[in-house]
């Protein structure tokens, strides 16, 4: 019967030669590590997961604090939080050179059109962290001064909750940033498009 036959991978639009069979499953090797752990024991990965590996431990912020929450973001550098763990230490004093926009504050009305600048001048892949309740939504500063939520200019990536949050929900949320990036989830802007 035809679909007994093997099947060539190429006929499913890869680039390989290689016999795919239908009823051949994991060899007992596999089946006994899995396949991720045989990734681990063996220390072979693919380009692409390299490359967001060094991406996640190179991840360089942008020097930029709107209010209160930018006390407990600087905080981060301090040896007792110590970001250098993650290589994300050297906040960058120019978004050309920057992966990273926290938003620690508040963003006034005034103060959207320069971080709009700076975030379309933050080069590809760029995430951004909304932190504290005022970044992400205007938390309790409900007027007519104060943005209901910075993604409202810019796409999202992470939300830290909390007034403020400690310097510890911020690492959380950075690793949480980093986790999702090593498992391929793709930054907000390709997700939910950036608002012209
Ligand atoms: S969330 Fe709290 S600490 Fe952060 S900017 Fe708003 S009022 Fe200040």
């Not at 030669?17 to 007992?28: A, I, Y």
């Not at 390299?50 to 929450?69: E, H, I, N, Y």
Request: proline share 7%.
């Amino acid at each position: 019967m035809a679909d007994e036959q093997p099947t060539r991978l190429r006929d499913y639009g890869l680039q390989s030669e290689r016999l795919l069979w239908p009823t051949k499953g994991p060899s007992r090797f596999e089946e006994e590590l899995g396949v991720d752990e045989l990734e681990r024991a063996l220390g072979i990965t693919t380009l692409e997961k390299a490359v967001r590996w060094a991406q996640t431990k190179s991840m360089w912020p942008d020097t930029f604090g709107l209010a209160c929450c930018a006390i407990e973001m600087m905080s981060i550098v301090s040896a007792r939080y110590d970001i250098a763990r993650f290589g994300m230490e050297a906040f960058r004093s120019s978004p050309r050179q920057a992966d990273l926009l926290i938003v620690s504050g508040r963003v006034a009305h005034k103060m959207a059109a320069p971080l709009r600048q700076i975030y379309d001048q933050m080069l590809e892949p760029k995430w951004v962290i909304a932190m504290g309740v005022c970044a992400s939504s205007g938390g309790m500063f409900n007027n007519y001064t104060i943005l209901q939520g910075v993604d409202r200019i810019v796409p999202v990536d992470i939300y830290v909750p909390f007034c403020p949050p400690r310097p510890e929900a911020l690492m959380e949320g950075i690793i949480r940033l980093h986790e999702a990036h090593q498992a391929g989830v793709p930054p907000a802007y390709e997700r939910v498009g950036v608002a012209t």
